[in-house]
């Protein structure tokens, strides 16, 4: 390993290089305060590059009638009401600068023959309001973030595993990292650091988050800092993750192949849906549709892999084929299987983190000063069922907001305080794993805990598994104090995967516990010993390792309240 220790100095330190992370450095270097992102992936690998189906805001570029006000209402409703309503209105009013934003930046959205920005319906929205680029809208948007920090000469290093932030007296100082090449650490110190390292998803065995992110690094370098947990229980399952090969079980089949007409069956041939939802369908709720499935495997009707089908083999070729191009490409490089001619054998996964960092609705500060925490680290927006295309905005509506924060913060300060200590303890955390040589292994205890959450967290939870669930947490645990870290000529990968492991570990037993706490089903979180929605859970539940606190919701604007209503799903895929 490197002996070297280059010690860098910057007014704000961004934390994760995808969409929510760049936005926050672009907004900063815009302002001409000095920015530093680093990632522990490739900056254009980042995984809002995946995000396929569109971003909302309310143009009226299709529907006139559509307003702010709407999509908040429409967003308070479909969160089962644990939306923060000052948080979905910081977001709904500040959509369309942020769909702005983008095409200052050379974003090429689809537009209609006039020239307008094309929106189509997404799920429980009132009127069309998500914006695209084909569907590959996520991949877009990173590639028009990355054009822009590169034009503001902004500083991004994307090799760089952050273990510490570094925080004196609840202010912090910086943060400690590696990297993930030859080991070299890196001492950042920074007035104000900016949270933006994904989710927790990565966690479940099956899941649509790729191998080595959103394992939860933001949960645990917050708590570790001295911040809290919001939600963790509430994740959001996507109905279709294929089941194989291992090594990609989870990738999505992108829901515009229900939306286009594909069919769900069980092994028995059922087209299964017209048990749980016979008007809709297959255009049901993302988690009415993810609770099926994984109730007819449960049932002893799945295949026998653990999974149903999704057939689109009957739908014309020149349908699947500009339709479902990315579908069609994915599943011959994956399986070699053409699904013109066959069904996709697919089961529910872990998709996205509905809860997140406890973040101010303002500003995202955190508790802990300079701290904040953006995207899919942060929470408030989604509360218990996310609507579609509500993440990417979200992401640059906050961005643009946390930026602003951040530098008047650092302008703000009279004087950084440091801590010898703190970094002293950063850089022997390090130390540490690089000496163990016990025989546990790294990768094998990450396994444990994903099956642990896919067992007893996973679509469907009650007390006897969550409790079982927490007492094998404890063993793997324990075990952790048995590791062996063998860094290589290949690089610190087995370093990063120990850290990943730590964050796992916290992620799920936050998760566990509030799922315990919540003693009803609401939305995505299903327990089958609660069944029914207690007006009592009305409330959002915040995690720190001391325990859990019931923090009360805000009410909601009349203006908006009053808009909150059913909404039509006729030929609609719902989210």
Known sequence: MSTEEPQLSTSVIVIGTGGSGLRAAIELAEAGVDVLAVGKRP?????????????????????????????????IKESYLLADPHTVDVVTRGAAQGIEDLERYGMNFARESDGRISQRFFGAHMYRRTAFAGDYTGLEIQRALIRRADELGVEIIDSVYITRILVRDNAVFGAYGFDLTDGTRYLIRADAVILAAGGHTRIWRRTSSRRDENTGDSFRLAVEAGGRIRDPELVQFHPSGIIEPESAAGTLVSEAARGEGGILTNALGERFMARYDPQRMELSTRDRVALAAYTEIKEGRGTAN?????????????TIMTRLPRVYQAMLELQMLDITRAPIEIAPTAHYSMGGVWVRADDHTTGVDGLYAVGEAASGLHGANRLGGNSLIELLVYGRIVGRAAAAYSAGLDVQKRSPEAVAEARGEIDTLLGADGPENVRALQRGIRDIMTEYAGVVRDETGLRRGLAELDAIEERMRDIGIHPDIAGYQDLAHAFDLKSAALAARATMEAALERRETRGCHNRSDHPDLDPAFQVNLVWSPSGIVREPIAPIAPEVAELMQEVSTEGKLVE
């Open 43 to 75: 900056k254009m690998d980042a995984h809002t590059s995946l995000a396929a189906g569109g971003i909302n805001a309310a143009l009226g570029t299709m529907d006139v009638s559509d307003s702010w006000q709407q999509h908040a209402a429409d967003t």
């Open 306 to 318: 653990g999974g149903v089908w999704l057939d689109v083999s009957h739908l014309p070729r020149e």
